[in-house]
């Protein structure tokens, strides 16, 4: 409790505090946005070999804590200070110390919305343990987030156990009461189930992922029934403005897939930092 008084009392302190460890951790989050979804194939692959009685392909040499991060061109191990959040790519302009070839902006976007996050959700909760458990969920949310966006995937190992979590801090009345994080839980997934059932009866083809019945579900556990309908609205009205855009603009064919979990993401992480209130305006306005 002295360092939660601490912390209050010097708060912009914490503030400076919260940005350097969200830069931090989202170098982190990188690691798992992109080692992740190999790391789930691979196994998918042997699980797959193992069944049909095939030569089943080695484990991969790397996991999500070793080995250290190195570039994909000419896979020279990074050094420290290659490996610093933000400040390395500003220092290098992009590119390895070593080849030379270009980073993807990827890294340094994650690095600094995570940063930048993380600073709004502790100005909205200030330090508390709700500020600490919104910290953790917007994590999670920004690897959802990503990991979608590239491969249209949002991994049970992530959504599940954060559900889970959800569940668990309702025993504390951390965000809602356990009765309406079960009921909002059951209902997150209930209305996207029945909306792709009835899409598939209409059109005989799957029109959404079962990850994203669980990722609803796994925002429901946290806020509740009373949020659930307003995160889907949302959801749905971000990413048909995004589906137009990219076909003006042809980025993208009629036919092709949009991941509908990056909206998700968004309109969850919405409902963190506003409650029902910035939801609610938002949607007034459609």
């Given amino acids: 409790m002295q360092i939660i008084s601490f912390l209050q009392f010097h708060f912009y302190i914490t503030i400076v505090a919260i940005a350097v460890i969200g830069l931090i951790v989202g170098s982190f989050l990188n690691v798992v946005i992109v080692r992740y979804p190999t790391l789930l194939a691979a196994r998918w692959r042997r699980e797959c070999q193992e069944y049909l009685n095939l030569p089943v392909e080695p484990k991969p040499k790397f996991n999500l804590a070793t080995p250290r991060s190195q570039c994909p061109r000419c896979k020279k191990t990074l050094k420290i200070l290659h490996n610093l959040p933000l400040i390395s790519y500003l220092t290098l302009r992009g590119r390895c110390a070593y080849c030379h070839e270009k980073i993807s902006p990827l890294y340094p976007i994650v690095e600094l919305l995570c940063a930048i996050l993380s600073v709004a959700i502790v100005i909205r909760y200030q330090i508390s343990w709700q500020a600490l458990a919104g910290l953790l969920l917007t994590w999670v949310l920004i690897v959802l987030f990503f990991i979608d966006l590239k491969t249209q995937l949002l991994p049970d190992a992530i959504t599940l156990?954060?559900?889970?979590?959800?569940?668990?801090?309702?025993?504390?009345?951390?965000?809602?009461?356990?009765?309406?994080?079960?009921?909002?839980?059951?209902?997150?997934?209930?209305?996207?189930?029945?909306t792709a059932a009835f899409y598939q009866l209409i059109r005989k083809k799957e029109g959404m992922g079962r990850g994203d019945f669980k990722m609803v579900s796994m925002l429901g556990a946290w806020f509740g029934p009373g949020i659930v309908l307003n995160v889907l609205l949302l959801a749905v009205f971000l990413g048909l403005i995004t589906s137009f855009m990219l076909l003006a603009l042809k980025k993208i064919s009629v036919k092709q897939p949009i991941p509908f979990g990056p909206f998700i993401a968004v309109a969850g992480w919405i409902s963190l930092l506003s409650g029902p209130v910035l939801i609610h305006k938002l949607i007034s306005y459609l």
């Avoid at 954060?162 to 209902?187: K, N």
């Fill in 161 to 194: 156990p954060t559900l889970w979590f959800g569940l668990s801090l309702s025993l504390f009345y951390m965000f809602v009461s356990p009765y309406q994080a079960i009921f909002g839980a059951i209902l997150g997934y209930g209305l996207l189930w029945i």
